[in-house]
Nanobody, 123 residues
Framework: QVQLVESGGGLVQAGGSLRLSCAAS????????MGWFRQAPGKEREFVAG????????YYADSVKGRFTISRDNAKNTVYLQMNSLKPEDTAVYYC????????????????WGQGTQVTVSS
């Protein structure tokens, strides 16, 4: 089992920045690829960013490319999502997720999920 706890969400004005953190516990964190997903009211959960177990590979949705950066610190069992130039359409609950070894870009590929953290971007 892997337990995931997100933090860092909040209310920010358009153009602002937030950094989300996801702390993992349980099994060996460095064996898992990590992903960030988000879900807005009335919408499907969507992939935002993913990072390989080593941190050497990163992947982004087109909607966030150039604005968001995913990173991880395996010594701290933590994955981060730096979000810059935020837009109102980024408003959603953000979830981190873990899957064995290889990055995936669909929610059903991931085995473990956090409880989510709300990000609200005002215009």
């Amino acid at each position: 089992q892997v337990q995931l706890v997100e933090s860092g969400g909040g209310l920010v004005q358009a153009g602002g920045s937030l950094r989300l953190s996801c702390a993992a516990s349980g099994r060996t964190f460095s064996n898992y690829a990590m992903g960030w997903f988000r879900q807005a009211p009335g919408k499907e959960r969507e992939f935002v960013a993913g990072i390989s177990w080593s941190g050497g590979g990163t992947y982004y949705a087109d909607s966030v490319k150039g604005r968001f950066t995913i990173s991880r610190d395996n010594a701290k069992n933590t994955v981060y999502l730096q979000m810059n130039s935020l837009k109102p359409e980024d408003t959603a609950v953000y979830y981190c997720a873990a899957k064995w070894f290889k990055v995936g870009i669909t929610a059903d590929e991931y085995d473990y999920w956090g409880q989510g953290t709300q990000v609200t971007v005002s215009s």
